[in-house]
């Protein structure tokens, strides 16, 4: 369990979202509200996603750092990281044939 009291029992979610929440408004307001984007906590989890694939790790690798079911839902839900990708893939391949 990842959201536990020190004696174990169960922390419901929702506690770390609003605390969270509620660090970024103060944020904002220290730093100036344009300096700042509002971000939820869940928005990290996307951003983790999305610098590892961008950055190459398999997508395997991040859907199970996810926990998604398979692989195919990490790409459905991110195949916008990188538009460049079938290009790039293309590149490699001919490169892959000259050497």
């Known amino acids: 369990m990842v959201l536990g009291d020190l004696d174990g029992t ?3 979610p929702e506690r770390f979202s609003r605390r969270f929440t509620a660090q970024v408004a103060r944020a904002r ?3 100036g509200e344009e300096r700042l984007p509002v ?4 928005d ?3 951003t983790h996603a999305t610098l ?3 950055d190459g790790v398999p997508v395997k690798v991040v859907s199970e750092r996810l926990g998604h079911a398979n ?6 839900v991110y195949q916008h990281v990188h538009p460049g ?11 892959l044939l000259e050497g």
């Open 39 to 42: 971000i939820r906590l869940h």
């Open 44 to 46: 990290l989890r996307h």
């Open 10 to 12: 169960h922390r419901h």
């Open 29 to 31: 307001k220290a730093l």
């Open 71 to 76: 692989a195919t839902i990490t790409l459905t």
């Open 52 to 54: 590892l694939l961008a």
């Open 85 to 95: 990708m079938g290009r790039e893939a293309a590149d490699r391949f001919a490169a």
